[in-house]
């Protein structure tokens, strides 16, 4: 696919862009080196200035809706979902211009030295490979930290949602920041290559696939580059017999649909024990079909359709393959055609054994899949039997259940009694094939910088 918008809800062609050649590749990447010779001496009282401006600008309630709207125009999210997003987008700008000068701090330590001690420098020009289903998100929690380093970003963006990249750009230089400190590269996957393998690069970090994260590190690694990666998830959400029934079902519903399924964090496997398994399963069923399908544009509307023919074609032939394999479906299992996009109605895949294929699938849409167990050992060994690691959800009121579910999950977060979510105040990130390093909290602004040892005597 080209770089386009396309508007997913109508399957009409918005507006197209063409890549950039290499000779516009090169002139960018000098442009940003040249950048940041210079925007790495400036003080963290500045950076901190451009980056609350740059919080005010996405929280103008113009600027705001402006960007949600370009949100849902090219990927389709629910309107008031976007409108979410972009404040989020503000409160990372926040976070970060407040907290970055103690984060960054030089930090003392006793040695023989007469003085020694360990700062925090910038590496230099940080790519960026970001994905649509958090276009303005994705982009910021990685911006912000980046900037407060002292980094440079040029931002790669899915090639389906070229006017939110563009749109960024625009925020962070109408906020004050020199130019060429963040760019915007509209450039194919094919071209990635090429940026990530030019010396003045100096590390990267995606938002993506397994086999996006698996190409760009094997490209990293022969340059000898960092690299983080945020991939796939299948994430637990697991309901024992003390949990609130009404609020694991209330959360279950948001925590699979957010986005309209399309998140990498989404709850997607519901693991109940046995005990409690027809109540919740019923409410469940119940809650899925009152949910809003339509225009994501409207603000009622609370499943738009997904971001791409080619993740609906897919999706519908993960719950068909799940059918012939002996899966049930409980509600939706197909397309909706209220409008000519590409919707596809809530749905819930029960009786799933180990020798289906969708039982070790990572599901992106609103499709949420349904396990009984018969205990908690059973509930957790089920949920680690994934290649992913990204979040882990868990209900019960017993404290005893709270501590055996914290250490024997496999994930990168573990969530008691709530759904999964990146919070700029935590470190974001999984383990196994959900990616390694991290975003966010104190950790995630240290991934890209030279975390040096100064000795003097």
Not at 76 to 85: D, F, N
Request: glycine share 8%; aromatic share 10%; proline share 5%.
């Amino acid at each position: 696919m080209g770089i386009a918008t396309v508007n997913p809800t109508t399957l009409e062609t918005i507006q197209s862009f063409a890549p950039l050649s290499a000779d516009q590749i090169h002139a960018k990447l000098a442009l940003a080196d040249e950048a940041f010779q210079s925007y790495r001496q400036v003080d963290f009282a500045e950076r901190s200035q451009w980056l609350l401006r740059a919080a005010e600008l996405l929280e103008d309630p113009n600027h705001r809706q402006y960007y949600a709207a370009l949100m849902t125009l090219e990927m389709g999210k629910p309107i008031q979902e976007a409108l979410g997003e972009v404040k989020k987008c503000a409160w990372v700008c926040r976070y970060y211009a407040e907290q970055a000068p103690a984060f960054l701090a030089n930090q003392s330590v006793a040695t023989d030295a007469q003085s020694s001690w360990v700062c925090y420098q910038p590496l230099g020009i940080i790519l960026a490979v970001m994905p649509w289903n958090f276009p303005f998100w994705q982009v910021f929690r990685f911006a912000a930290p980046a900037l407060m380093a002292g980094n440079v970003g040029v931002l790669k963006h899915a090639s389906n949602v070229p006017q939110c990249a563009l749109a960024i750009e625009k925020i962070f230089l109408e906020a004050g920041f020199p130019t060429g400190v963040f760019q915007t590269l509209l450039i194919s996957a094919q071209q990635v290559e090429k940026v990530v393998q030019d010396p003045r690069v100096k590390a990267a970090t995606l938002t993506g696939s397994e086999p996006a994260g698996a190409s760009l590190a094997a490209i990293a690694g022969r340059q000898i580059k960092k690299t983080v990666l945020e991939l796939g998830g299948s994430d637990p959400f697991i309901v024992l017999e003390s949990a609130d029934l009404e609020a694991a079902v209330t959360t279950a519903v948001k925590a699979r649909m957010l986005n309209t399924g399309q998140s990498c964090i989404a709850a997607k496997r519901f693991i109940v024990v046995d005990e409690i398994a027809d109540q919740f399963i019923q409410k469940f069923i119940a809650a899925f079909a009152d949910l809003s399908v339509g225009d994501p544009m409207q603000a009622h509307t609370e499943i738009g359709p997904l971001a791409t023919t080619a993740i609906l074609e897919e999706l519908e032939q993960q719950v068909q393959t799940a059918i012939t394999h002996g899966a049930q479906i409980l509600t939706g299992g197909q397309r909706w055609n209220g409008l000519p996009g590409n919707f596809y109605l809530p749905t819930i895949v029960a009786e799933i054994t180990a020798d289906n294929p969708i039982y070790y699938q990572e599901c992106f849409g609103p499709v949420a899949l349904v396990f009984r167990v018969p205990d908690l050992a059973t509930a957790v060994k089920l949920a680690n039997d994934s290649p992913f690691g990204l979040g882990a959800s868990a209900w019960t009121t017993d404290p005893q259940e709270h501590d055996y579910l914290i250490t024997q999950l496999d994930a990168g977060a573990v969530f008691i009694n709530g759904m999964v979510k990146s919070d700029p105040r935590l470190p974001f990130g999984g383990i196994k094939r959900s990616g390694y390093g991290r975003e966010l909290g104190l950790q995630g602004i240290h991934e890209f910088v030279n975390i040096k040892t100064v000795w003097v005597k």
